[in-house]
DNA sequence: CTGAAAGCGCTTACAG
DNA sequence: CTGAAAGCGCTTACAG
């Protein structure tokens, strides 16, 4: 293989000097039309292209984004890293991921390996809670999902979106609800509890009462199991008629403690999920979530990045409802079914 | 922020050279303990932190590997992914990732990005059957999971693990089985396909003769279902006992299939993925199917890439069979039903 | 508008 | 074993 062509071979080829070429190259001086002309064809001629690594060197700026999420095999990161790599395209740039396994140590190892690598800006999907860290780094830093450190939020407006569920099964007359928060030393996980419960709690004013109780676990299908396998064992009418969940693994984790009691959903329990990742749709029954915006969050975290000056402040974006078919009206115990409305 | 101190801080803070320095800083070459020491503290005193950038430029070397995967929120290649930077990150290399969205093009275009940031190497798990392309890349390139071009392959024996798939489900006794087949413009596709294939017309002529009918599909959950229906929906003397498929998503959207169409699995139906994600243990039923070995595959790519001179033979791993809940002894029509057997 | 030249931060023959 | 110097391939003031 022979050597890759340089500005000097292009320029050479073309009769004028490196200076011209890169001009050429940059788009942006101001070159003759003659001379630009010259310069394209033994582009073009020679197949050269750029070294990405040399302009690095000198302008000490890339296009690669660095992304790092807590888990890339948890699907909805794994949307979230798509979502992100097709933003950063749509940008001309490219991502360098890096998964911390839930570790916060490697967490800080993959920035500092980033900033080595003088990443354009780095995307941090944070693992657990990291806002006691003040971090300073020469290059933009944005949160995406879950707050890293002090740097700006791109988020799903979890409360928000938390209310809506909340709604959604008051509506449907729930009465006796439980929530699976996510871990409490998330900020996802404590917004979409406090969104839920203070949505509840209002109706409790405003409304009729609702027995709200709450069980922490991690976001992970595991936590969702096992925490409705205890809630559903007990007696019939000491149950929950719906269990709101703070993930969709969570939830899916809920659907299968449900029918391993043979407890019917959504006739006997209705079960909520968050995040609307793929398999969402696909369990049986398939489920009543929250779809996060993916596409847009990591649009609005690309963007911030690349703003000039980076930007500063958090962003949300509204989750919606969708509704499917784990959830139904409650059933009156000890009285006529109600009539599904559709 | 004040500018990050060079190689020629840390020779001035030392007292030294550059060349001294880097020498050091390499590791390699023979350094007078006393100067070694100074340059290290140095180092430590200014917190020097080497310029990967320059030191690229000026060996044409990074370390940074580029992976290719078709989709990264498909459940297998997410895992792989994983797989392949952790086995990176295990010899001291960063990854850049690329969704080619099962697009050729796109493929084609992130081999030529990454080429362009210089990578040391690339692995890329390809979009359906590219060998017909002959490309010429200045970096070794290395096919994992399914053939990318002409590039050496690492993947899981195919046909071995399929075989294995055969064997169990003859050994329950099934003698009408439906294949639903991955596409057959992928070398795993075909793979699967014959090694299951030839194994069940083995037994045509060792033991009893069993009805094989194949069917082919994409490999996602859609294909499953979709196959699956119509297969399931004929008279039940007519169905298949057990359905073998290409894919753990096909896999479960055939369990999805059999239990809308209120055929129980295992009782009166088995089914079979291939993969192993981590999905396939939390579908009810759990799911039978072949285990490939992330990890392993992960640590075998990246060792080929490399390795100097890079490798440049295909290598095979073997896949394990999972044997969990979705499979299980044929009943016998018009019968006594089967004793299972534990 | 264009060319000649400096310089980004390293590594590595080349002398000594 | 160590230093001085060249050079990787660009970009960008600086003159003109």
Redesign the pocket.
């Known amino acids: 293989m022979s050597?890759?062509p340089?500005?000097?071979d292009v320029a050479e080829y073309a009769g004028?000097?490196?200076?011209?070429?890169?001009?050429v190259?940059?788009g942006e001086?101001?070159?003759?039309p003659?001379?630009r002309e010259k310069v394209n064809s033994a582009i073009s001629a020679l197949g050269?292209r750029?070294?990405v690594t040399?302009?690095a060197?000198?302008?000490?700026r890339t296009d690669v984004i660095g992304l790092i999420v807590p888990d890339i095999t948890n699907p909805f990161f794994a949307q979230l890293a798509a979502s992100v790599e097709r933003a950063a395209l749509e940008r001309r740039h490219s991502l360098m991921l890096a998964s911390s396994h839930n570790d916060r140590g490697a967490e800080r190892a993959h920035v500092s390996a980033f900033l080595d690598r003088s990443v354009r800006g780095i995307i941090v999907v944070a693992t657990g809670d990291s806002s006691g860290l003040h971090l300073e780094a020469p290059v933009p830093v944005i949160s995406l999902d879950r707050r890293f450190g002090t740097f700006p939020l791109v988020s799903t407006n979890h409360a928000q979106a938390a209310a809506l569920i909340a709604d959604h099964l008051y509506g449907l007359g729930h009465r006796r609800i439980a929530y699976i928060a996510g871990p409490p030393d998330t900020e996802a996980g404590r917004m979409r509890k406090e969104g839920f419960v203070s949505r509840i709690n209002r109706f409790g004013k405003t409304g009729e009462a609702v027995q709200l109780e709450i069980a922490y676990g991690k976001f992970d299908y595991e936590s969702g199991e096992r925490i409705a396998r205890d809630l559903l064992s007990r007696p019939p009418q000491d149950r929950p008629t719906a269990i709101a969940a703070a993930s969709d693994q969570q939830a899916i984790g809920a659907l299968r403690a449900a029918r391993d009691l043979k407890i019917d959903v959504p006739r006997k329990l209705s079960v909520t999920g968050f995040d609307d990742i793929s398999l969402a749709n696909l369990v049986v029954p398939r489920l009543t979530t929250i779809r996060q915006p993916a596409d847009l969050l990591a649009r609005r975290a690309v963007g911030l990045l690349l703003e000039e000056p980076p930007g500063t402040g958090d962003e949300m974006v509204d989750g919606s409802l969708i509704v499917r078919g784990s959830t139904g009206p409650r059933v009156q115990p000890k009285a006529v079914i109600a009539e599904h409305t559709n």
């Open positions: 050597k890759m340089t500005v000097k004028v000097s490196v200076g011209t070429v890169s001009r190259l940059s001086a101001a070159v003759k003659m001379l050269y750029p070294n040399a302009r060197l000198r302008t000490s």
